[in-house]
């Protein structure tokens, strides 16, 4: 399974970007890359994912460097809301291939956003 | 997008005693479902996979006979924690798969339900 590595800790002024990295050199090919944020005492929430486009929606935008061995959530305007902790995952396939696949969180960003 | 939805969303319990949580896909069919058990200031671990109609698959040092996984419907998972210790106080969560239409692959999770053993 690839790994990923991110920050521990971003902060962020509201109403600016945040851009929150994430390091997987060990992916695999065929291996997304998905974003989810987990605010304080919720379940976690789906951002965005992407293979080795970039790819948007109404949440972010996710870059993915050509190597594929990193990339970035972008959050265009960062609110108050928006503090939680993101996780970057590498979408692990299972055992019988196809759409199985096993999401494992890391231990993610908290990612503050100031007034 | 699709919602999850988790009952009770918090629970207290005395040492001993057995607790069932309940996992439900509100507006799409889930064939596999998963559980995952955060403690404090830590990341979510999963614990099993749960398969609609089959055994439910266990994470590696998960005890399969502690926790009770039931998938009996494609809308309903249910996860009992026998005999709970208060070591076994943690937020647990859940998530299901939907695997139809233009949400196909992503994983939806539940809200969490907030387990404390006395």
């Known amino acids: 399974d690839a790994k990923t590595t991110q920050p521990p800790s971003m902060d962020c002024a509201e109403g600016r970007a945040a851009n929150l990295p994430c390091n997987h050199s060990?992916?695999?090919?065929?291996?997304?890359v998905y974003w989810y944020r987990q605010i304080h005492s919720q379940g976690p929430q789906y951002i965005i994912h992407g293979l080795k486009n970039n790819e948007t929606n109404e949440m972010a935008s996710l870059i993915i460097t050509e190597d594929r061995k990193s990339s970035t959530l972008i959050l265009p305007h960062a609110t108050l809301r928006d503090t939680a902790v993101y996780y970057c995952?590498?979408?692990?396939?299972?055992?019988?291939?196809?759409?199985?696949?096993?999401?494992?969180f890391g231990k993610g960003t908290l990612l503050t956003v100031n007034p | 997008g699709a919602v999850v939805s988790q009952h009770p969303s918090w629970v207290i319990c005395k040492s001993g005693t057995s607790v069932k949580i309940e996992c439900r896909s509100l507006?799409?069919?889930?064939?596999?479902m998963f559980w995952y058990r955060q403690f404090p200031k830590q990341s979510l671990m999963l614990m099993a996979t749960s398969n609609e109609g089959s055994k439910a698959t266990y994470e590696q040092g998960v005890e399969k006979d502690k926790f009770l996984i039931n998938h009996a419907s494609l809308t309903l998972s249910t996860l009992t924690v026998t005999s709970a210790h208060p070591e076994d106080s943690s937020f647990y969560i859940c998530s299901a798969r939907d695997q139809s239409g233009s949400s196909y692959n992503e994983q939806f999770f539940g809200p969490g339900t907030r387990l404390t053993v006395l």
């Open positions: 507006d799409f069919q889930a064939t596999t």
């Open positions: 060990t992916i695999s090919g065929n291996e997304y």
């Open positions: 995952i590498v979408r692990v396939e299972g055992n019988s291939g196809g759409s199985n696949y096993k999401l494992t």
